[in-house]
């Protein structure tokens, strides 16, 4: 199988290194000539993944032409907020009908679409087939082959069996759903939860409130999500609950150290200028904070959490809030 993949950060290139070790064909664009040139000479991208040698087999460019030509199935795993303008840049060499498999986590701040709405938005002109992939994956763990399992949500049932069978490994198990909407919902949503979980560590809180905070999560989680049209089931699974736990509890997980410099007093502008990758759940969370208010959805961890990032609100103040709320059922 030709595979190109887009987005030579931490999981881009990682996925990519899996696929040519697996014997695919596979190509991985990065924006940087820097880049490219140490994966071609030394087989390392030592920014992202430090000490760890990719594939020989791994071919790798900064031309979109390259890396396309000849594939059917793409792989984006670039910052959400940029997925449009990658799908933009290589329409051009897409076949008719390519599956589009989408490795990033958010909600398009511009338009609050979910990643297959923008897919489906940007290349109506090429009818493309698309997976969301997600779940529990550091890929830092991933690239040392630790055990990982994730989802892959994709309505043609086909297309998912087949990408399944690309993806998967001793190390690496790929499940399957075709509720698509359930799957990007889970991994967008998670990374706001992260941060109110790093917050609370921040400010010296114990399992308890960290408990609270991922369950409350996956409450908020499933309730946009119903609202959506997704199953309820779905975020009991990989791409919810699973990604929820690691992102809440993961010393690797750039959301939770997130809230964890908001709660020691540091200034969100000054913590994202000292970050090597993105932090998706920062414009995540203002995406969400909109979306929930368009669909009429209550929300108030992704509120609070909102309020610090963007408010200035103090982290100490966004929890007593929280407490405080007026009872009821759970």
């Known amino acids: 199988m030709k595979i190109a993949v887009i987005g030579g950060g931490s999981w881009g290139t990682t996925l990519a290194d899996l696929l040519a070790k697996k014997g695919h064909e596979s190509r991985l664009w990065v924006r940087e000539q820097t880049v490219m040139n140490e994966i071609r000479t030394t087989r390392e991208n030592s920014w992202y993944l430090p000490g760890r040698k990719l594939s ?22 670039v910052p959400c907020q940029f997925i449009r303008n990658a799908y933009q840049r290589f329409i051009k060499y897409f076949p008719k009908n390519p599956v589009i498999i989408c490795a990033s986590k958010g909600i398009e701040l511009d338009t609050l679409m979910t990643m297959s709405q923008v897919c489906d938005d940007a290349l109506a002109a090429v009818k493309p087939r698309f997976a969301m992939l997600s779940g529990p994956s550091f890929a830092y763990e991933v690239i040392r082959e630790m055990p990982t399992a994730v989802t892959l949500g994709c309505k043609d049932k086909k297309v998912g069996k087949d990408v399944q069978e690309a993806l998967s490994t001793p190390y690496l198990r790929v499940y399957t759903t075709t509720d698509v909407r359930g799957v990007e919902l ?48 779905t975020f009991m ?12 509890t993961g010393d690797l997980s750039r959301n939770r150290q997130v809230g964890l410099r908001l709660a020691k007093g540091q200034k969100l502008l000054d913590i994202l200028a000292e970050m090597k990758m993105v932090a998706e759940g920062v414009k995540t969370t203002e995406a969400v904070h909109a979306l929930r208010q ?11 959490v909102y309020a610090i990032l963007y408010k200035d609100k103090e982290p100490a103040q966004a929890v007593l809030d929280l407490m405080t709320r007026d009872l009821k059922d759970e």
């Open 56 to 77: 020989d087999k791994l071919e790798v460019s900064t031309d979109a032409a390259t890396v396309a030509n000849g594939a059917q199935h793409y792989i984006f795993a």
């Open 186 to 233: 889970g991994g967008a949503i998670k990374n706001i939860i992260a941060i109110a979980a790093g917050v609370a560590d921040g400010l010296g809180f114990g399992g308890d409130a960290r408990a609270a905070l991922i369950t409350r999560g996956l409450h908020e989680m499933s309730r946009l999500g119903k609202a959506m049209g997704a199953e309820r089931q």
């Open 237 to 248: 699974g990989l791409s919810g609950m699973g990604d929820l736990v690691l992102t809440c």
């Open 294 to 304: 368009k669909v009429g959805v209550e929300m108030p961890l992704t509120e609070q």
